[in-house]
C-alpha cells in the first residue's frame, strides 16, 4: 500500500496486528461445533457413501432422501469425503482452523508476489486482516462452512492469473487439472457459488490466455459448472410437497425471474438490500451480551456488556462501515483511473469481475446471519487491498494511508483484547465437566475436546431404548447424536423435519406417521427439538429422547 517504512514503530505495530490475528484464528480451537458444520459433514460428505447420490437433509422434499449431483461435482464430492467424512467434532474444528490459516497464508503470498517493490506487502496484509479481526468475525472464519471454502477458493481465482501472466508452458496440464478442481470445489459448496462466476470466467480466460484451446477447456467447464449447479439448487429448493420450507428457502433470495414483468420493483429490491447490508453486517460483527443461534457463549442471564465492549463496539461498526462503503467505492475509482491513464491491464478486468460478483452478491442475497457476512466482508477487505497496489502513492497519500493503517489496527488490536479478555474466558469455561449433552447454553452447538466422554453415554441411551446405532438406516438424529454413530445410512436430521425447528410442514404426531412411511428405525436427539405431540412416545435421559418406531 504506502512505501516501505524505516519507521520501527510502524513496522512493530504491523507485525503485531498479523501476529494476534492468527493468535485469534488459533483461539478458535475453543469454538464449539456449530449445527451447520455438522450438516456440511453429513450431506456434502457423504456422496460416495450413498451411491454417488447426496442426503439432501429435507426428506419431506425428497422422497428417496438423496438427489443425484451433477456429473461437474464430482471430484469436489470426492475431496469432501477425504477430507470431512471420518472427523469427529475437534476433528472438524482443527480443520476450520487449519482452512483459516491457510486463506491468510494464500492472501500473504499472493500480495507477495503482486505487489511492486515500492509498496509494502506487509502493510497490505495487515489491512487485511484487521478488518477480518474485529469483533467476533475471526472465530467464523474458523467454522466449516461454505463461506471458508468459497473465500479460499476465490483467492486462487484471483492470484492465480496474475501470478501466471507470463504464461509459462511447462506446468499447463497440472494448472489446468487443479483449475478444474478449485471449479469443481467452488460450484459444489453452495448455490451463492454463482453470484461469483464472473471471477471465475475473467481467471479461466486471463490465467490461459495464451493458448486458446485451454480457455475453451476451463471456460466451458466453468458454463457447465455454473448450469449444474443452478438446476441443482432450484431442484433442491423447490420442495412442491412442504410450501412453507419451500416459501422459507425462496424467501433468500430475490426472485430475478420477475425482471421482466416488475423491473423497477426489482432494482428498488436490489437497491434496499444493498444499502440495509451494513447494518447487517455491523450487527453480526459486534460484541454481544447474548448471541445469535447461541453459537457463542452468552453473559450469565442479566448481566450486561461491560466498558470495553461498549467503548469498542461503535469503533467496530464505524470501521466496518467504512470498509463496506471504500470497498465499493474504490474499484469502480481505480478501474476508471486506470482506463483514463491508459494503463488498463487484465488487473483491472479481474478487479472488476470481483466488484460486480459482489454487488450482485449483496442486492440478490437476503438470508444474512452471523455465519455470512464473513464473506462478503474478506472480499470488501480485498478488493481494497488490491486497489491500494493500483494507486501510484505520493508523499501526501502515503501520510495518508499511513494514518489510515494505524487507525484500523488500533481498532483491531483494542478488539482483539476485548475479545480475548472476555469470550475467551467464556470459551474455556466451557472445557469444564458437565453432565448436560451438548454445550450448556448453546443449544444448536456441539462440544470438541468432550465429545468423547458424551459419545459413549449417546450409544449407551441408544441401546438401552432398543435402537441400533452404528449402520443404521434412516435413524432421524440432531448435531449432537449424529456424531456418536459410525456408518450411518441416509440418516434424518430432526431439525428439518420437526416443527420445532424447519419442519413447519410436519405438525405434531404427522411426525411419526411421516417417519414410519420413510422406514426409520426411531429418533434419537435434544428433547427440544422433539414436538410436544409426541414427546409422550419418548424415553428421556437428560436432555436426550429416544423414540423407537413401529410400535406407535
Known sequence: MVLKKKNRLYNLVVSMVVLIFVALIVSGLLVPIYGDEVSTKMTQATILSNGGRMLTAIPQCFPELTMRIPASWYPAAGIYQLLYNDLGPLAIRISGVVFALLFVFMVALGFKRLVPSNVSSATLLAVFVAVLGLGVLPLTLVLARSEQW?????????????????????????????????????????????????????????????????????????????????????????????????????SQTVSISTLAAQPFTLFKLFYIYLVTFPEKAIQYTVFHSAYFSTWLPSLPHGEELGTLELFINPMISASVLLVIVIGLILPPIAIFIAYFRGVSSHFHLLLGAIWVSLIAHLAIYINWNFYASVLPLGVLALLICLCLVDIPWSKNWRFFGVSIVIALSGVFLLSAFVLFSSLTPRLINLLAESNELGVPGQSLSVPTFRYPLQRERIRQFASLCGLKGDGATRLVVDDLTYLAFERLREPMHLAYISEKGMGQDIKGTELIRFLNSKGSSGIIAKCTLLPDAVRPYALEYENLCCVKLGEN
Not at 219 to 243: I, M, N, S
Open 150 to 250: 468459497l473465500l479460499l477458493l476465490l483467492v486462487y481465482f484471483i492470484f492465480f492469473p496474475l501470478e501466471n501472466k507470463q504464461g509459462v508452458q511447462s506446468f499447463k496440464a497440472m494448472q489446468v487439472i487443479v483449475f478444474l478442481i478449485c471449479t469443481s470445489l467452488f460450484f459444489f459448496t453452495h448455490p451463492k457459488s454463482a453470484f461469483f462466476f464472473p471471477v471465475v470466467l475473467v481467471s479461466a480466460l486471463v490465467g490461459f490466455q495464451k493458448n486458446l484451446r485451454l480457455q475453451i477447456i476451463t471456460v466451458t467447464f466453468a458454463v457447465v459448472c455454473l448450469a449444474q449447479t443452478v438446476f441443482a439448487g432450484r431442484e433442491l429448493f423447490k420442495c412442491e410437497d412442504a410450501p412453507i420450507i419451500a416459501s422459507s428457502f425462496a
